[in-house]
């Protein structure tokens, strides 16, 4: 079955700083990846993906960036601010219909220190 | 993006009684609901995955006498914790696709499950 390995598994940055969060897979047959934010007693909630055909895809201060050669992909965040701060998950799935299993990576505790 | 709803959002009971948590898609039919427990500061693991009008299907060491899932409607699973131990308090929380073929995934806001 699928692994994802996520890190780091913390990450501590200054407001207005760049923070990126990296992410394996090991199933070449995986071809959408989510991120997820998941603030604290919240659900997980969706804020970019990325599918295999695709290299890089940004929205505004968010990007995601996908190796399928190397099997990994990452978020950027951008300009950070307080709100950023959160537990963020990446994910990795095989594509051709909805009935298909996520598999998580352990999650990656940010702080953004004003 | 779609919406899921969850109730009730935080239950406490005692050991030995069972627990229903509702998982509702507001504005879609979904036909597939997918059941995950988080336990703190840890990621979170796939229970079994609802389908409509048939059997739920269980992860590897997940007791299905333990965790009841029925999926009525096309916007409403259920997962009833019976039975209830301590062990069993963590915080659950369901996704749906928004539709057939979809690749995304939506999230409801989660249950939280203390058993004393």
């Known amino acids: 079955g699928e692994n994802v390995e996520q890190h780091p598994s913390t990450l501590s940055v200054q407001e207005g700083d760049s923070a990126v969060i990296k992410c394996t897979y090991s199933d070449s047959a995986s071809n959408y990846f989510p991120w997820y934010k998941q603030e604290l007693g919240k659900g997980p909630q969706l804020i970019i993906d990325?599918?295999?055909?695709?290299g890089e895809k940004k929205d505004q201060r968010i990007a995601v960036t996908l190796n399928k050669t190397a099997k990994h992909f990452s978020l950027h965040i951008t300009e950070t601010q307080p709100e950023d701060s959160a537990v963020y998950f990446c994910?990795?799935?095989?594509?051709?219909?909805?009935?298909?299993?996520?598999?998580f990576g352990k999650g990656t505790l940010l702080t953004v220190n004003p | 993006g779609a919406v899921v709803s969850q109730h009730p959002s935080w239950v406490i009971c005692k050991s030995g009684t069972s627990v229903k948590i509702e998982c509702r898609s507001l504005?879609?039919?979904?036909?597939?609901m997918f059941w995950y427990r988080q336990f703190p500061k840890q990621s979170l693991m796939l229970m079994a995955t609802s389908n409509e009008g048939s059997k739920a299907t269980y992860e590897q060491g997940v007791e299905k006498d333990k965790f009841l899932i029925n999926h009525a409607s096309l916007t409403l699973s259920t997962l009833t914790v019976t039975s209830a131990h301590p062990e069993d308090s963590s915080f659950y929380i369901c996704?749906?696709?928004?539709?057939?073929?979809?690749?995304?995934?939506?999230f409801g806001p989660g249950t939280r499950l203390t058993v004393l």
């Open positions: 504005d879609f039919q979904a036909t597939t």
């Open positions: 990325i599918r295999s055909n695709v």
């Open positions: 996704s749906a696709p928004p539709g057939q073929g979809y690749n995304e995934q939506f």
């Open positions: 994910a990795a799935r095989p594509g051709g219909g909805s009935n298909y299993k996520l598999t």
